[in-house]
């Protein structure tokens, strides 16, 4: 294990402690977060349009012209490992802008890689009871058996570069500059084991000639080109916990350059304002993607989680 990722899961075991012993009153912010969260309603969508809302973290519900996809889902109150009903992990600074019940079902779920803080199995246990045997699940390569005892539709295995439609979209699998291990004495592409390691994928999604990048998890990278000569309206990329981890983390910046060198339209942040996993102060990145992407040929297309976006069909 390198010295970075010796670091990294130190500070999450520190984490995961200081997560049982801050005391109730900051326990609590949460609950004072609670009113100043928006909330989006999928009820009023139409389908005609491409609507977009950030329900918190990597989650990202999006009714792509009548289809429902959900990414990443985390939404309950911490991420971690569960032992004896109880959730080993960080806990959530505000609440998701919809809980579970206020979720309509969700055609698609995309899980981009097998992170505690991306494929959360309680959520998903919590989704596929309420909707058994109604989702498409799609998942990086050698992830599935994390969540492959749920009760999915389908479960379809991408890999790098792999091109399959599910539910009448297309994806496209596109591999980022991250890591996929969800303990650290597992196999990980990152490590060299491109055969037998755990992978990790951002996702381009197109129906009726448009295009939205989920962009998973990632550093700063070119890897995201390969979608350049797509049409890329929407692109829905992290800007969070970059200090210290530059390695496998980018800043607002560097996100943005990624956005605007596949030649996005609309930018939508991800992987900020739910869990403290990096250094940097809690407001940072928002107030730096708000300040730099003047610079870019993209419009930002909404900065608040419980926000939504709405692509107007044309």
Not at 122 to 131: I, R, V, Y
Not at 184 to 211: C, H, I, Q, T, V
Not at 277 to 282: C, T, V
Request: charged share 25%.
């Amino acid at each position: 294990m390198n010295q970075n990722r010796r670091k990294f899961l130190k500070k999450g075991i520190i984490a995961t402690l200081g997560s049982f012993v801050i005391p109730k009153m900051l326990l609590a912010d949460e609950d004072k977060n609670q009113s100043f969260i928006l909330r989006p309603d999928p009820n009023s969508w139409q389908d005609d349009d491409i609507n977009i809302a950030w329900i918190g973290h990597a989650t990202i519900l999006i009714n792509f012209y009548g289809t429902i996809i959900l990414t990443d889902p985390v939404l309950l109150k911490r991420v971690g490992q569960r032992v004896l009903g109880l959730t080993f992990g960080p806990s959530r600074i505000v609440p998701p802008a919809l809980a579970i019940d206020d979720i309509p079902k969700p055609d698609i779920i995309l899980l981009s890689h097998a992170h505690f803080d991306h494929t959360d199995y309680s959520t998903l246990e919590k989704l596929t009871n309420k909707f058994p045997n109604e989702i498409d699940v799609v998942v990086a390569m050698l992830t599935k058996d994390v969540i492959d005892d749920l009760k999915w539709k389908s479960i379809t295995i991408m890999d790098w570069k792999d091109v399959k439609e599910v539910s009448g979209i297309k994806l496209t699998a596109i591999e980022t500059k991250h890591f996929g291990w969800r303990f650290p004495w597992e196999k990980d592409r990152s490590r060299g084991f491109m055969k037998d390691g755990r992978s990790y994928n951002a996702y381009l999604l197109e129906k009726n000639g448009k295009g939205i990048l989920f962009g998973g998890d990632t550093a700063m990278t070119d890897k995201y080109e390969i979608v350049k000569d797509e049409n890329v309206d929407v692109a829905i990329m992290p800007i969070g916990a970059y200090n210290p981890w530059t390695d496998v983390h980018c800043n607002p910046e560097e996100a943005l350059t990624m956005a605007s060198n596949i030649g996005a339209r609309f930018f939508i942040p991800i992987h900020c304002k739910t869990f403290k996993l990096g250094a940097e102060p809690y407001d940072e990145p928002i107030e730096w993607l708000n300040k730099s992407e003047k610079n870019y040929k993209l419009s930002l297309g909404l900065d608040t989680i419980g926000g939504t976006f709405t692509l107007k069909n044309s």
